[in-house]
């Protein structure tokens, strides 16, 4: 099946820092997403992204789906920012298994005052 | 559209009771999908819905696990004679045609 590979595993940041995540597949993808998942375990939906750029206020994401790479920016870092950040995938072919979204390990961001 | 909901958020059971949880999704998504997630993991799949027909399995659906959506709206994940390595966030999501995922709360089972 498909792999996704979410770096880095870990990231401190303090309050008002940038930071890049990114996130590698192992083959080409129907849907790509970011989500955040918050301390209570919701898992938040941040981009439906399976190419291109799309921006949220603070957040960012560009999809090269050519080169097979997501990246998430998130700009002047928040403590409500904290919690673990992943990238899910579906493979880019129809059939058995094409509908399922494969998860990364995330990326567990803590941003401290 | 009041997003994916769950039903119980939390529950604690013996080892060896049955369990049920209830999911229900975003009604003009006709594709639901459960996914379990332990400790310090990403969600894995378990099994997918198109409407009412359950089209997919994952191979951790073991046969102590049964999953239903009759006629195509809410659907509900049981659980026979829990084991201790059942306990984990049980995740519920849906979605429709070209559209992204959304998943509910969870619930999050612990068997004692």
């Known amino acids: 099946g498909i792999q996704v590979e979410q770096s880095p595993p870990d990231l401190i940041l303090q309050e008002g820092a940038n930071s890049t995540l990114r996130c590698n597949f192992s083959?080409?993808?129907?849907?790509l997403q970011w989500f955040h998942q918050n301390p209570w375990g919701q898992l938040i939906n941040l981009f439906y992204i399976p190419s291109g750029t799309k921006q949220n206020g603070r957040l960012s994401a560009t999809t090269v789906a050519t080169e097979r790479y997501s990246l998430l920016y998130i700009s002047s870092s928040q403590t409500t920012d904290s919690g673990v950040y992943f990238c899910?995938?579906?493979?880019?072919?129809?059939?058995?298994?094409?509908?399922?979204?494969?998860f990364g390990k995330g990326t567990k961001l803590s941003v401290i005052p | 559209d009041t997003g994916v909901s769950q039903d119980p958020r939390h529950k604690i059971t013996k080892r060896g009771q049955n369990v049920t949880f209830r999911c229900d999704p975003i009604s003009e998504h006709n594709r639901l999908y459960w996914y379990r997630q332990t400790l310090g993991q990403g969600p894995e799949f378990l099994t997918y819905f198109q409407n009412e027909a359950q089209l997919e399995k994952s191979r951790l659906l073991s046969d102590r696990f049964s999953a239903e959506r009759p006629k195509g709206s809410f659907s509900t994940l049981e659980i026979q004679r829990t084991e201790q390595g059942d306990s984990a966030m049980y995740l519920c999501a849906s979605s429709y045609l070209g559209s992204g995922y959304t998943f509910g709360s969870g619930t999050r089972l612990t068997v004692v």
């Open positions: 899910a995938v579906t493979a880019g072919y129809s059939g058995a298994g094409s509908y399922q979204l494969t």
């Open positions: 083959d080409s993808v129907n849907n």
